[in-house]
């Protein structure tokens, strides 16, 4: 790279300006010939955030693939090992591939259903689809691009990163693979669910020959199906997560739109996001967080409308029980007619013990609703003599996911919005939120679902499925019927889905917000009902969080007169909801036990009469400063794992006060002075004083230095939320592995500049050795947000700009 002076911006091209109020070129945006190169300019502002201006699409896909890489190219490569289904060759076929991008127990199993996707040439075939089917040919640009920036960089730079500096397995890539890097993500909650069931899948007699986990011959069909689809499908905060909230003008301080998104992912691995802002001169202007691999922004703003996503509690998936033919278990009766199954033979590399390779071939089963499938995690679904299961997942023909984030990218308002969301129809796994500079707010969850309603349900579940559907939206149907297929809406874009017109959406509300629970309460004066159970529940009990996130944001919507200062409060208030409605009462039964002790899991009695007056005094957040916190975290873990949820409160859950109930706690529970006597005798032998400051044991260490970090986890209902990892030997809370992630916080104040405040909690690079490896992070424990720069005057100014024109040599 050329480090190019400031005045170096205007090496853009002499047929463009710079947005907000520029023109653009003649030349076609969306396509570019390959010779001659392709070449964009990065201008880097604070804390390594790439400005990225191109001057078409694909021009814009390189700058992005270069930059990506050379902030994660460790974390890149990785992801694209397992793609190509090269993990056992490279790390062998024992070890575990991680979670990023399937729920794969070894590398093998990773491996052989991510070779079979290729081999089957899947995604070839959706990427040959025109649009809206297929990829835009905007997208494809993006991609091709990225593919090209990305080997560039590797080309044309050394990796000093250790995790992967000097190793084989850094290789370039082809538009292909970024493709299937995508499609990975559209699976993930699907098939990916699947991997370990998929890939061991054999008919009876056969013998076990599974890629990963227990063998298909030890499995047995849980006592619980319905418990085991649920617990499957939950957004408990321990798997891909979220909070976000749009304010209608009416609410706020200027009349405009807010919107604060705090998206809950993995802080280590490919699911990462990454930070940008992208601009084509004339075309598009847009910032925000990508999925690292992703060439386009999946969660950001432009000068006139903000979006969030969070993970839906739609399922994605459904199962279909067949019957297989007397005399051959891989075949199946639909209708009574007999259809042999397809078989697929999958050859992988893998390295040996001795250093060598060799090669594992495995046999996976598919029918004409989809793979086998022997098991989704704990819900065992065994191929016998007279059944089998196969998995529909209908994101398994969607690879129009980046044509997503592109469309809300361009998008004006959120009609804008909605109309990508009509048009593109690849959200796989998540809900929106939108906000916009006229002051008008979205909700919906419009993502890719099979097209089960209750009637097909009704009619056509299987007595699994009379289990799961109601328990979890998890439908069994009978795949021996034809008429049980879920048929098609008129206004989808493939067969077997639901369409636009069917999605829970809430538009126009004085705030619209969602943490991970169903449609119902996304604004609690305005509950949504009526749709499908596959949708998720409705009048239930909501989670801690959504309850303490519906209390909040309807007392800022009632207050009025808000402010982006008034979200970035919100996201650092750290209120503990379990704390409001159980500390006290714990505090009391704790003053009230006999002698001030209580008799611990390993029978010895414990004194706890000190753990009484720090729960009593407890100021009810998670700040760093916070003292009793640890404590309550501790023991409020404990006594949700020994007490069921039936059990907990004195006040049970009513659907007429869904937010308020259930409350009190059932301090009579048997667990109540376990859990306490635990927690105290825990942190004691840790050493721990019950009183101490959060900040002092819950951290990170970034290059040998400690970061206090606020926050807490899903069960405690904070809005920050976070999953650290504890260890009682480094003295409690010692790294993060999951929560909030890229947060923006952004307003609209009538000019054409957005009032944006952003933070990547785990900064832009995984590199150690990068500048931008921690420098967020600490922004992060200090409670501080980036103030972003997005129109140009803002740019300009950045202290100690970079600007670097990246190109083909």
Known sequence: MRVLAVTGIALLTTATVLPNGATAGERDRTHHPTDGGLSAVIRYTEYGIPHIVADDYADLGFGEGWAQAADQVCVLADGFVTTRGERSRYFGPDASPGSAMSSAGTNLASDLFFRGVKDARTVDKLYAQPAPAGPSRQVKELMRGWAAGYNAWLKQNRITDPACRGADWVRPVSTLDVARHGYSLSVLSGQGLAVDGITSAQPPGAG??????????????????????????????????????????????????????????????????????????????????????????????????????????????????????????????????????????????????????????????????????????????????????????????????????????????????RAALRRTQGLPWVNTVAADAAGRTLYTQSQVLPRITDDLARRCSTPLGEQTYPAAGLAVLDGSRGDCAPGRDRDAVQPGIFGPSA??????????????????????????????????????????????????????????????????????????????????????ACAALPAGTAVGSDGRSVDVSEACRVLRDWDRTVRTDSRGALLFDRFWRKLTAQVPPGQLWRTPFSAADPVGTPHTLNTGAPGFARALADAVGELRAAGIPLDARLGDHQVVVRNGKRLPVSGGANSLGVWNMLVPVWDARQGGYHEVVHGSSYIQAVGFDGSRCPVAYTLLTYSQSSNPASPHYSDQTELYSAGRMVKERFCEKDIRDAPNLRVVRVGER
């Not at 802080?267 to 967080?289: K, M, N, Y």
């Open 208 to 417: 076990t020959t599974r890629a990963g986990g227990a063998g298909q011959g030890t499995r047995k069909v849980p006592d619980d199906p319905g418990r085991a689809a649920r617990e499957l499908f939950a957004q408990d905060g321990s798997g891909l997560g979220s909070n976000a909230v749009a304010f209608h003008g009416s609410t706020t301080a200027g009349g405009r739109g807010l919107l604060l998104g705090n998206p809950h992912y993995p802080w280590h691995g490919g699911r990462r996001f990454w930070q940008s802002h992208v601009t084509i001169p004339g075309e598009l202007d847009a910032a925000g967080g990508s999925l690292l691999g992703a060439p386009t922004i999946s969660i950001g703003h432009n000068a006139r409308v903000a979006w969030s996503h969070t993970v839906a509690t739609g399922v994605p998936v459904n199962l279909f029980e067949l019957k297989t033919s007397p005399t051959d278990p891989t075949a199946y009766l639909v209708d009574g007619k007999t259809e042999k199954m397809t078989k697929r033979t999958v050859t992988v590399p893998v390295r040996g013990a001795d250093g060598g390779t060799g090669q594992v071939t495995r046999t996976q089963w598919w029918t004409r609703y989809g793979p086998v499938v022997t098991a989704l995690e704990d819900l065992t679904l065994p191929w016998t003599s007279r059944t089998v299961y196969a998995l529909n997942d209908p994101n398994a023909a969607n690879l129009r996911f980046f044509d997503m984030g592109l469309g809300f990218s361009k998008a004006r308002s959120v009609d804008g919005v």
């Open 503 to 588: 999605m829970p959406t809430l538009v126009d509300a004085p705030y619209a917000e969602n943490s991970n629970d169903s449609p119902w309460l996304a604004n609690a004066d305005r509950p949504l009902t009526g749709y499908p159970r596959v949708f998720g529940d409705i009048g239930t009990p909501r989670s801690l969080r959504t309850r303490g996130a519906v209390e909040d944001v309807s007392a800022m919507a009632r207050r009025g007169g808000l402010t982006v200062e008034d979200l970035r409060r919100q996201q650092f208030a750290n209120r503990v909801p379990a704390g409001d409605k159980a500390a006290a009462d714990a505090a009391r």
